[in-house]
């Protein structure tokens, strides 16, 4: 039995990590990870930078 409660759930911290780092965008531009995701004109959906203002789809 683990001596504490970390022992015990430790592991699942790092599936936690490892899959919010999987799925996390950056910007092609300038590599930041503030990405906001936005409806575009017809529908579809894009993407925009709240660092530098690049967007892309």
């Known amino acids: 039995m683990p001596a504490s409660i970390l022992g ?3 592991h699942l911290f790092e599936a ?3 899959r919010n ?3 996390r965008l950056s910007c092609p531009s300038c590599g930041s990870a503030f990405v ?3 409806l575009g004109d017809n529908g579809g959906i894009s993407y925009v930078c709240t660092a530098c203002g690049h967007s892309w789809s």
């Open 16 to 18: 936690a990590l490892t």
């Open 36 to 38: 906001a995701q936005v």
């Open 21 to 23: 780092k999987a799925t």
């Open 8 to 10: 015990e759930v430790g």
